[in-house]
């Protein structure tokens, strides 16, 4: 039976059907706002106006710190009283701040009007105002929009939201070929190119794109592989229009890259032999340069908080290529359809979806990890008690992904452990 | 609406957050969707707290709001108090909250909790953080030092109003503080919001006069202990050398206690410094200040009277003392710039062509942006702001602190001299930074030009790249309006020459 999004249905064997815990409670987590920062410079041609309140503003800029200088490619259109009280029509109001914005940023090719909290909460029609204003910029800026708002939208699922929106625009095509969704950096999007090249697949177009006028194209000989795994909404989307999902594991660490590869190979008929022949170099590297952290890191336990939906791959990666103990895995939202492969080969640890802030650190206290895996409000303050963290948000910000990268990830939870044996203070 | 790319403030309730995580036994719940925990990371990761504030978010989903968001905020606060058993709860809603109206002082009285609640109305759509601060620490003392007090001590008493959570420097400034007060024989009796607790808040009427020290935050408060408890407050901020010595003999007099001791030797380095031959080339240097209305007002009388510049811009994002800053500009024959909007103080930075900018994080980026060297002088500011070592800015230590801050990023001396007598040099040429700072290439961005704006002579141009580079902005400028009011089309070398000895007189 096909399950109702029209993805590819999970496994039904192995660990995928083990029993998580449903939290709820506080949650200490970003809005999906937060995936402005990388987005804006992913897509170098695209501004992302937030339609919003002080709050929001003041959110970006605490969150993108010192990158941002004098002309970020973000900005928000401050909702105020008047807007509230109905004395300025907060359309009209809309459509003069992106005319300041398109006058002052003759360069911009795609504008995003990004939802937030009070936009949701007023009811502003955002997706009118995007056509409406697609129209009065055609053909020099076309403008979308998207909720990242706290109250709908989790951290990474600002870039879901994102990349939905661009779903639909995508030009149409007949033509089989290879689509990689999920921003990624771009070192690891030419590795990645140059690996399906080597397997004799494509064409390989990547989603999003590095500029807006690069939009890749999308029919029923499309093939997707999703790059990260919060791409829920995106995926859905693609498979309205005809292009099909390719399950995998994500491509973190030898193993998750292997078969998220194979996958690829399978759906485009590449002989196994040829497979191996491309993967066993690409696994002989990333396993020469994880040995060394592995010395460190193996039997060490491991306490992921909810944060970005990476949980589940990475936990995967550290338990079966680094040989960690997983103490708990907890993500803000589990998609069984998208993560089934990633959880058949998850081993045994205490799962949860949702966040009781309070609670959850009371476990952590109690099981005293020798990692923890959290948010930038959580980490110092666990510091301070004596534990061990990485903060989770550089998992999103490094590239983690593929082969070549692998060295590195394990890398990112040993160098925490390794400080805090120099420091003799 | 209004198009934002930087902010200057945060909304009211960060000010509010500011209070809470400054104060010990103080608990805010607060009413606001997912997400709104970032503001955690200001006081984690920004200020570096070694523990979480003090705050319960409801982090309420588009799911919660079509069942009882209020009856979700009623949890919270009981799940806060059973908790953390604070001795006191503040409860608000941040923005996205003030629309969906479920009114959390109310709910929180109905809850008849063990301790004191005291519900906040800040709202987000009109005000910003500091007022949400000031406002916070206001109904906090209104609320708990409503009980006058009888004052029997020996020792002049008072209070230290003001230092918070994030403010700029406030941790040092206070320790500053207080020591000056104390060789004054004045005792302190509550230094709030900075480390008390709500109890201690009870006993601020016991003091014979608050020093307040940063108005944006504790004017308002100080206002009404003044009303209630007869208590005096002091108006000057000691920013300064000379604002330091007028701040002691006005804390002198409200005490009555003789000044002399905290006058004698010489307290601080700034005056010698400044008077030694080698700050000879300060004089007259362009200065452009921003900030808050506290240290902008603070910094414009150093800058004068205590190192020399000349004033060519002040301005500040704090309306609410913005009367103040407006009567400080036109002492010095300027237009106070009062605003919020980072791109109009970016054209007012390019338009006044100074040579240092004393502002916030964000005149950080224009200066760097226009080539200009830049010392920071007020919040917002980022991490490296929040420094380990002792760096007042208050007091005669703060001087100190100011002196070297503040000329660290001028050419010094010697290049200075070096690069106006020889311009070729391959590597000490003056696109590139002063040689004591590093290297890195300057770009020049001048003000886009008006579109009857004369024309250079190419052999003009090139005299006036001879210009030592943080004066070719203003010498640029001068000429071209010289040009403009002859109504010439070109600018030739004699131009350059005429609008010199024009604006030398």
New interface residues.
Partial sequence: MAPPDGLSPAPTTGCAERPVRHEAGQREVFCGLTGIIWLHRKIQDAFFLVVGSRTCAHLIQSAAGVMIFAEPRFGTAIIDDRDLSGMADANDELDRVVAELVARRPDIRLLFLVGSCPSEVIKLDLSRAAQRLSRQFHPGVRVLNYSGSGIETTFTEGEDACLASLVPVLPETAEPGLLVVGALAEIVEDQFARAFAELGIGPVRFLPPRRARELPPVGPGTRFLLAQPFLVETARLLASRGAQHLPATFPLGAEGTTAWLAAAARAFGIPDARLAEVTAKGEARASAAIVRHREKLAGKSVFFLPDSQLEIPIARFLSREVGMELVEVATPYLHRGLMGPELALLPDCALTEGSDVDAQLDRVRAARPEITVCGLGLANPLEAEGLTTKWSIELVFTPIQGYDQAGDLAELFARPLNRRMRLAV | ???????Y???P??GAMRIAASMEGLHYVLHA??????????F???Q?????PPV???????R??GSDTADLFKR?CA?AVA?FRPEALIVGA???AE??QDDPGGLAAGMDLPVPVVPLEL????K?ENWGAAETFYQLVRRLAARPAERTWERPRANILGPSSLGFRNRDDAIEITKLLGILGIEINVTAPMGCRPADLARLPQADFNVVLYPEVAETAARWLERTHGQPFTRTIPIGVGATTDFIHEVAGLAGVDPAPALAGQPSRLPWYSRSIDSTYLTGKRVFIFGDATHALAAARVATQEFGFDLVGLGTYSREFARDVRAAAEAHGLEALITDDYLEV?AAVAAAAPELVLGTQMER??A??LGIGCAVISAPV??QDFPARHSPQMGFEGANVLWDTWVHPLVMGLEEHLLGMFREDFEFNDTAQPSHLGHGARTEEPAPAPADAPIWANEAEKELRKIPFFVRGKARRNTEKFAAQRGLGTITLETLYDAKAHFAR
């Fill in positions: 609406m209004k198009l934002t790319l930087w902010t403030e945060g909304p309730h960060v969707p997912q997400g709104d925990t970032y503001a955690d990371l200001l984690t990761m920004i570096r707290d070694d523990r979480r319960t978010y409801t982090t309420f989903q588009a919660d709001l919270a799940d908790r941040s923005c996205t629309l969906i709202p987000a759509y009109q910003k970016e980026h224009i760097k942006r980022h991490v």
